[in-house]
């Protein structure tokens, strides 16, 4: 295997994996910090490196409607948005992956207005939580990069046929340049078949899409549309050991750092990953039994893999990068008490919720996090606690 | 003309792509207006249609009446689904991953889907030129929801949300939004008028939007016997008293050129086409007079753009 190391823009490395995916159809709706991939991949169509249709829509609504279109008809289709971009499109979301469409999304995360802020935090991705798509997070440029290609395999693949969105922070990934090890074309081509849709519009063979359910029918296909997305993960499993095989980057559901002794774990998603692992790193040094875990796999819910990974462990210091107002905490942390209620030695969840609209959350936050959350005790935190942190009294 | 139109429906293909058994109500000429749009297709097309009453007769899973392709999205987005299905099927052929066949792109929706709230997606689709044929089938109002009044309901008409009371007796008060003139300002190709009391006509237009190389826009008058108050049997003469009152003109913008292609030597006073009709049951004189000065104008407006009159003052 040959390695190509780019510094790059990761945008720029996210577009052109897209390109190097082959994409037949991309419509989108130019919103920051999303811009830069767009903004790229149309140039390489212009240049005429890509043969695909670039579809400058007039709004993310018509994007993710330009994206079902042309994925029912069998064209590999992207499309790239964050926050306010998601929220318009919000609609036409939760329809694609009931119709089975295998597009692939870069979410290129940023808050929700209001106010309005271009920065970037969860609370984008976590207003679609329920909308069936398969969602990942993704911590490295080098991580968006490989993820493209995951994106467009597991989607596509007719055991799935489900859209995917790949999330990315916004700023701290999308403008940030790091060293990208881009994929040999060969490489693309072993991982990443020809795109045959299961069903496709065509006059050789007509198919209606996007029938209307009775309440007789109704409860039937929204069980099928659950197991079809619960049933991806098994393809998802295979489609990162299969591009370990390949890149010698073995992806997973849950990843762990230190985590095999650890009393106290910290629990993130996204790029904040890797702060949080100097932290750990600095804590350890003072003798402290703390670890970390990642959630790279947010949809379907890795629920066994994350048991797993918490077996031995008494605190989980969950960070949100969203808030549910008036509601049992940050979304992740609820997420997380849920899926370990009732089980034996139930680990104490303490639920910060930080870093929102791009506020920096540095290693020494995290120390202070850990020692805020050190009388956190059995008996003494209710599911509903939460801290939100670093607020300016 | 009216010999030919006995004689040229014989021509017209037995075959049937929006199949009997839909659940319209009866005497349903917006149902008819889809039927007669599909015979015209034939086989080589694919459909994008919007939410509203014609997706719902058509499409309860597991059934469909539809033996053509055809995808449902939603209700505001056809232009742009319709944009997806014609780049992607051109990006597939231009790869060699499909056979280059003749496809013609259908886009269908009610006058809500298209005038109000599908409005800009039609017209980003427009705008950028893809190759498609998309019909509104103008019942003006939103009948699948109840009868709620659209910007396409006529001045006077009462709807479940422009009734007619005491403190506002007119019922709709706002005036028809001009739909065919919106697609004519993009500049497209073919923009052109039909009703389904008038099916060669109709049959001849979609041919011809069919036929032409980049977006056209057929708006088709499409009688509603549930939502206009009148017996189901009514529907077919009430679009021909549309058409002879001057009401809704039959013609077609080919190029920017305007032409009437269903001529009225002189119009019959609207009060013929209004007073059948339930939804128009309220209206005084006065009102009738209103309407009767803009449905004269209006035409004489449309007559000076076909070029045929120079002297707008004579109808
Ligand atoms: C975003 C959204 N808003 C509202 C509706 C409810 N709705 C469904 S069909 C319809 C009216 C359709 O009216 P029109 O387009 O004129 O078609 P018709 O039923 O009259 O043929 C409405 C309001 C919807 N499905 N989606
Ligand atoms: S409500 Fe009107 S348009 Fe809808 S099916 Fe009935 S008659 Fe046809
Ligand atoms: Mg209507």
């Known amino acids: ?393 | 003309m009216e010999p030919l139109n006995v004689y040229a429906s014989r021509l017209i293909t037995k075959e049937e792509y929006f199949a009997p058994g839909h659940r319209s109500c009866q005497g349903c000429a917006e149902a008819l207006a889809v039927r007669l749009v599909a015979k015209v297709l034939g086989n080589n097309v694919v459909v994008c249609a919007a939410t509203g009453c014609m997706e719902i007769v058509s499409s309860p899973l597991p059934f469909t009446n539809w033996r053509v392709p055809w995808l449902h999205v939603a209700f505001e987005n056809t232009g742009a689904t319709l944009s997806g299905a014609e780049a992607g099927f051109r990006v597939l052929i231009r790869k060699g991953r499909l056979a280059d066949k003749k496809t013609v792109f259908l886009g269908m929706g009610g006058d809500g889907a298209t005038a109000d709230i599908g409005l800009q997606a039609l017209s980003g689709a427009f705008e950028r030129g893809h190759d498609f044929v998309y019909v509104c089938y103008d019942n003006e109002a939103y009948m699948n929801t109840g009868i709620q009044r659209s910007s396409s309901t006529p001045f006077g008409a009462t709807t479940t949300t422009s009734p007619s009371g005491k403190a506002k007796p007119t019922g709709q008060v706002t005036w028809k939004k001009n739909m065919p003139k919106i697609a004519v300002a993009h500049n497209i190709p073919y923009v052109a008028t039909a009703c389904s009391s008038y099916p060669i006509d109709l049959m001849e237009k979609v041919k011809k939007a069919a036929a032409k190389k980049g977006p056209a826009y057929v708006h088709i008058l499409s009688v509603c016997p549930t939502g206009w108050r009148i017996p189901p049997d009514r529907a077919i003469w009430i679009g021909r008293l549309a058409v002879e009152t001057g009401v809704f003109p039959l013609y077609e913008v080919e190029d920017g050129k305007y032409k009437i292609t269903q001529e009225v030597d002189e119009l019959r006073p609207v009060q013929e086409y209004l007073k059948p009709q339930g939804r128009f049951r309220h209206l005084t004189p006065e009102m009738i007079e209103t309407i009767q000065e803009r449905v004269t104008q209006d035409y004489k407006k449309l007559k000076t753009m076909t070029g045929k009159f120079n002297t707008p003052d004579k109808v």
Not at chain 1, 44 to 51: C, K, M, P, T
């Open chain 1, 1 to 393: 295997m040959s390695i190509n190391r780019k510094g790059i823009e990761v945008s720029i490395g996210a577009a052109d994996a897209v390109a190097m995916a082959d994409v037949d159809v991309i419509a989108a709706y130019p919103i920051t910090p999303q811009t830069h991939i767009v903004e790229h991949l149309s140039e390489i169509v212009a240049r005429g490196d890509l043969d695909a249709e670039f579809i400058p829509v007039e709004s993310e609504h018509s994007a993710m409607s330009v994206c079902c279109g042309a994925s029912a008809v069998g064209a590999r289709t992207f499309t790239c948005t964050s926050s306010q971009g998601l929220a318009l499109m919000n609609e036409i979301v939760f329809i694609a992956p009931c119709m089975r469409l295998p597009i692939v999304m870069i979410l290129a995360n940023r808050s929700l207005s209001g106010p309005l802020s271009i920065w970037n935090d969860h609370s984008d991705v976590m207003s679609i939580r329920d909308c069936g798509w398969i969602q990942v997070f993704t911590e490295n440029g080098q991580d968006v990069f490989d993820h493209v290609f995951f994106a467009f395999r597991v989607a596509e693949n007719p055991q799935v046929s489900l859209p995917v969105i790949v999330n990315m922070d916004g700023f701290i990934l999308t403008h940030m340049i790091e060293a990208i090890e881009y994929w040999e074309p060969e490489m693309v081509r072993r991982y990443l078949p020809e795109f045959k849709p299961v069903n496709r519009l065509h006059p050789d063979k007509p198919v209606t899409m996007g029938a209307f359910g009775m309440p007789n029918i109704f409860t039937e296909a929204k069980k099928a549309q659950n197991e079809a997305l619960l049933s991806s993960k098994v393809e998802i499993l295979r489609a990162w050991k299969e591009m370990g095989d390949i890149t010698g980057r073995y992806y997973k559901p849950v990843e762990s750092y230190q985590a095999d002794d650890a009393e106290t774990v910290f629990l993130t998603m996204g790029s904040l990953s890797e702060t949080v692992s100097i932290a750990v790193d600095r804590l350890r040094a003072q003798g402290k039994a703390v670890g970390q875990i990642k959630l790279r796999l947010w949809r379907p819910f890795p629920f066994e893999e994350f048991r797993l990974a918490v077996k031995n462990v008494k605190k989980i210091i969950v960070l949100d990068r969203a808030l549910s107002f008036g509601g049992p905490g940050g979304p992740v942390a609820s997420e997380i008490r849920a899926a370990l209620y009732g089980e034996q030695n139930m680990p104490v969840v303490a639920n910060f919720v930080a870093g929102l609209a791009g506020r920096d959350v540095t290693v020494n936050d995290y120390i202070a996090m850990y020692e805020k959350a050190e009388p956190f005790a059995k008996g003494k935190v209710r599911q509903d606690d939460y801290i939100i942190y670093g607020v300016r009294e």
